[in-house]
């Protein structure tokens, strides 16, 4: 594939990125989303717009986040230098405000009054309320009544950043039955408000849309990697949930003689239920509105998933990550829970960052390919901090005194 003309010919104006994305609605929707998508198109483009974002991500964000050299790790693992993008230093703590900025600045300019939103483990809720309290913007959170009850802390920054939270009873009472109360509520309200999606997920054009606010994370990083350095990095590395700080990362890199990888959770095990990991183990299907790889079962239903990180576990992954597999151009690979936590313990230790359990996915995966690569470099997008996950480590896992290299 020419990757020199890839942002222009993907997506293709219906939103597909070869066989997958798309636009799978119910017709009342099709309408509202479409007009999004025209907004977009026009907006993105115009110096107001782009003068204003980059503005809000200076001032308001903390931007450019930094990359740091981890030197004590690498050492410890031989010669190949591990890199990380800080985006765990980032307003707000991880990558999500990028895209949720985005989206609320398009939303003023559309002149709408409402952003809504599902969330299961509350990090996008956190960073769309974030946002609405930015732009002076309503917000309406979906949220299981289940994952309210176990992510007490994000709902109360919900609450105190101005929020609604829509506590969901139906069915199982998480992440599914939130998307189907939030579209709900949107199909009742779309002349006034717009649907935010949480990653490069959903229907066309969030995909696109999302990738363009992430891409702000792998300009940066390039940059920022060269000047440091004077080269371009041997490869790139990134966790993938929905695969939204990854799709970022990514895209500034595709044109490269650089190899990128991306990470998916493996969490327990390959058993279904026991994991996330989509590209290792998904068919081709539809889910949430877009077409990709899913996990589903034999009657297209998404099958339980499950990963230490909240973050990653959705049965999925975005559409362009799809088209970049089978073309050959990005690399995935999974990383267990055990590997994911020993790495949140070691960067901690070795390096006084804290990572997010997400992002420790990333960080072990290039903890164990620095080993056997004995030179060169690896960029990794450290997606989040992991203050939000302190609690749950240390009941479950310690304080990680065992996670030590042997001297
Ligand atoms: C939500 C989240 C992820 C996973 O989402 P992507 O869309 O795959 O990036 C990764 N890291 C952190 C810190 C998160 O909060």
Avoid at 14 to 31: I, R, V
Avoid at 75 to 93: A, M, S, V
Avoid at 129 to 135: C, E, K, S, V
Wanted: proline residues 5%; negative net charge; contains cysteine.
């Amino acid at each position: 594939m020419d990757f020199s003309t890839y942002f222009r010919d993907y997506p293709t104006p219906d939103g597909y990125y070869g066989e997958f994305g798309g636009m799978f609605l119910p017709p009342e929707l099709q309408t509202a989303f479409k007009e999004i998508y025209d907004a977009y198109l026009t907006i993105c483009k115009s110096a107001q717009f782009i003068s204003e974002l980059r503005r809000i991500r200076r001032e308001f964000q903390g931007r450019p986040t930094p990359v740091y050299h981890c030197q004590r790790l690498s050492q410890k693992l031989g010669n190949c230098q591990i890199y990380l993008k800080r985006e765990d230093l980032n307003h707000t703590g991880a990558h999500k405000l990028n895209h949720c900025m985005g989206e609320g600045l398009l939303a003023k300019y559309m002149g709408k009054k409402k952003l809504i939103a599902e969330t299961g483990a509350g990090q996008h809720g956190v960073a769309l309320a974030t946002a609405a309290a930015y732009f002076g913007l309503e917000c309406e959170i979906h949220m299981g009544e289940v994952d309210i009850a176990k992510q007490a802390p994000n709902v109360a920054r919900m609450k105190v950043l101005g929020a609604k939270v829509i506590p969901v009873t139906r069915g199982l009472k998480t992440l599914k039955e939130a998307v189907d109360s939030a579209f709900e509520s949107y199909l009742d309200s779309y002349k006034d408000s717009i649907y935010c999606i949480g990653s490069v997920v959903g229907p066309h054009p969030f995909p696109l849309m999302v990738r363009d606010f992430q891409m702000v994370v792998g300009v940066e990083a390039r940059e920022q990697f060269m000047e440091m350095t004077g080269f371009l990095p041997d490869v790139v590395t990134a966790c993938c949930g929905g695969g939204s700080n990854a799709a970022g990362m990514f895209a500034a890199f595709l044109n490269d003689p650089v190899r990128i990888i991306g990470v998916e959770p493996l969490g327990r095990g390959p058993k279904i239920g026991d994991h996330a990991a989509s590209m290792a183990y998904g068919t081709k299907g539809v889910l949430h509105g877009f077409e990709s790889y899913i996990l589903q079962d034999e009657s297209g239903n998404p099958q339980p998933v499950y990963s230490v990180a909240s973050g990653l576990d959705y049965p999925g992954i975005g559409p362009e990550h799809a088209l970049w597999r089978d073309c050959g151009r990005v690399e995935y690979d999974a990383i267990g829970d055990k590997e994911a936590v020993d790495a949140f313990f070691k960067l901690s230790r070795y390096e006084g960052i804290i990572p997010a359990l997400e992002s420790a996915h990333a960080i072990a995966y290039a903890m164990k390919l620095a080993k056997e690569m004995h030179s060169g470099s690896i960029l990794v997008n450290c997606s989040g901090r992991g203050d939000k996950d302190l609690d749950y480590v240390i009941e479950n896992f310690g304080f990680g005194e065992d996670h030590r290299f042997e001297d």
